[in-house]
């Protein structure tokens, strides 16, 4: 199994920024690829940003230039750093973590983030 915990959620004026951390615990050795999704309400949850355990990265159009994810193997948590932020990135963000060892896929509970204009 692997647990998942994130932080860093929050009010924020347009235009500032946050940065979000999902910290991860368990088998970790076992993960192949951490992602942040999100969820606005009343829309389908949506990936906006992978990272494999290579450090290859993924951004959706939305987050390019502006998000930037990480990972930190000594403290094995994963960060989104997001920067230039609109009221349309108001959200729940997820941690995602995908085990292709386990052919499992495990969530944290979700941390709001409001953007306001």
């Known amino acids: 199994q692997v647990q998942l915990v994130e932080s860093g959620g929050g009010l924020v004026q347009a235009g500032g920024s946050l940065r979000l951390s999902c910290a991860a615990s368990?088998?970790?050795?076992?993960?192949?690829?951490m992602n942040w999704y999100r969820q606005a309400p009343g829309k389908q949850r949506e990936l906006v940003a992978a990272?494999?355990?290579?450090?290859?990265?993924h951004y959706a159009d939305s987050a390019q230039g502006r998000f930037t994810i990480s990972f930190n193997n000594g403290k094995d948590t994963m960060y989104l750093q997001m920067t230039s932020l609109k009221p349309e990135d108001t959200a729940v963000y997820y941690c995602?973590?995908?085990?292709?060892?386990?052919?499992?896929?495990?969530w944290g509970q979700g941390t709001q983030v409001t953007v306001s204009s």
């Open positions: 368990g088998r970790i050795f076992s993960i192949s690829t």
């Open positions: 995602n973590a995908v085990s292709l060892v386990d052919m499992l896929n495990y």
């Open positions: 990272i494999t355990r290579s450090g290859s990265t």
